[in-house]
Antibody, heavy 130, light 110 residues
Framework: QVQVQESGPGLVKSSETLSLTCTVSGDSMNSRIYFWAWLRQPPGKGLEWIGSIYYTGSTFYNPSLKSRVTISTDMSKNQFSLSLTSVTAADTAVYHC??????????????????????WGQGTLVTVSS | QSVLTQSPSVSGTPGQRVTISCSGSSSNVGDNYVYWYQQLPGTAPKLLIYRNYQRPSGVPDRFSGSKSGISASLAISGLRSEDEAEYYCVAWDDNLSGPVFGGGTKLTVL
C-alpha cells in the first residue's frame, strides 16, 4: 500500500525559504490517476491546502500562497518537494504531504478536482523563527 | 475564516447519534463532491467519507455522509469514546480552483 513521508528542517528563519520533501513508497508517482499534494495546519488551527502536482509537472496552487510556492517532482527518486519563500511566523505549521485523488478536468486540462487526500504523511512541524 | 462553515463543536453521550454540518456555496459544495476527515489528537487526518457518502474500506458504517444543495452532513451513530476528534469537510471550489476546508468541528463524547 502507498505511503508518503515528509522530511526537512524543523526550523526556518523568518524571510528565508522553507523546503520540504515527500517520499512516496508503494506506488509510482507516474500514475495518471493521482496528483500529489502539500497541506498544512498551524498549531491549534484548521487545515489548508497548499498545492498539488501531476506527474507531468503540471501544478495547482492555493491562490493565497501562489506567489511564494513552488512544488516540483523528482521522478527518479519518487519524491516531490515544497518550496515556500519569504516565510513569516504565520507559516509556522505542521506540513503534510498526501496523495490527491479523484482528479478531473478544469478548462479541458487535467486538474485535482477534489478534496480527496489519502494517504497522508504523519506531518512535520516547521517553526519559523525571528 | 474558512470557506466552508462548520459548527465549532458538538457533543454527545456514548450510544447517541450526532450530526456535523458543513455549509458552502454553489461553487463548492453545491457543485462538487464533499469529503470528510477525522483527526484524532496528535495524528494526521484520516479520510472518513468520499464523494459525499461513500466509506473507504475499514471505516465503520456508524459513519455516514449526505449532501443536499449547498450543505453536507456527517452523521455518527452509536457514539463511542474513540470518536472524540476533530472533523473536517472539504470540497473543490470552482472559483478558487482548489479544495477548500471547513474550520473543523470538535466532537466531545461526554
Amino acid at each position: 500500500q502507498v505511503q508518503v513521508q515528509e522530511s526537512g528542517p524543523g526550523l526556518v528563519k523568518s524571510s528565508e525559504t522553507l523546503s520540504l520533501t515527500c517520499t512516496v513508497s508503494g506506488d509510482s508517482m507516474n500514475s495518471r490517476i493521482y496528483f500529489w499534494a502539500w497541506l498544512r495546519q498551524p498549531p491549534g488551527k484548521g487545515l489548508e491546502w497548499i498545492g498539488s502536482i501531476y506527474y507531468t509537472g503540471s501544478t495547482f496552487y492555493n491562490p493565497s500562497l501562489k506567489s511564494r510556492v513552488t512544488i516540483s517532482t523528482d521522478m527518479s527518486k519518487n519524491q516531490f518537494s515544497l518550496s515556500l519563500t519569504s516565510v513569516t511566523a504565520a507559516d509556522t505549521a505542521v506540513y503534510h504531504c498526501a496523495r490527491h485523488s479523484d482528479s478531473g478536468y478544469c478548462n479541458g486540462s487535467r486538474c485535482p478536482r477534489s478534496g480527496w487526500f489519502d494517504p497522508w504523511g504523519q506531518g512535520t512541524l516547521v517553526t519559523v523563527s525571528s | 475564516q474558512s470557506v466552508l462553515t462548520q459548527s465549532p463543536s458538538v457533543s454527545g453521550t456514548p450510544g447517541q447519534r450526532v450530526t456535523i454540518s458543513c455549509s458552502g456555496s454553489s461553487s463548492n459544495v453545491g457543485d462538487n463532491y464533499v469529503y470528510w476527515y477525522q483527526q484524532l489528537p496528535g495524528t494526521a487526518p484520516k479520510l472518513l467519507i468520499y464523494r459525499n457518502y461513500q466509506r473507504p474500506s475499514g471505516v465503520p458504517d456508524r459513519f455516514s455522509g449526505s449532501k443536499s444543495g449547498i450543505s453536507a452532513s456527517l452523521a455518527i451513530s452509536g457514539l463511542r469514546s474513540e470518536d472524540e476528534a476533530e472533523y473536517y469537510c472539504v470540497a473543490w471550489d470552482d472559483n478558487l480552483s482548489g479544495p477548500v476546508f471547513g474550520g473543523g468541528t470538535k466532537l466531545t463524547v461526554l
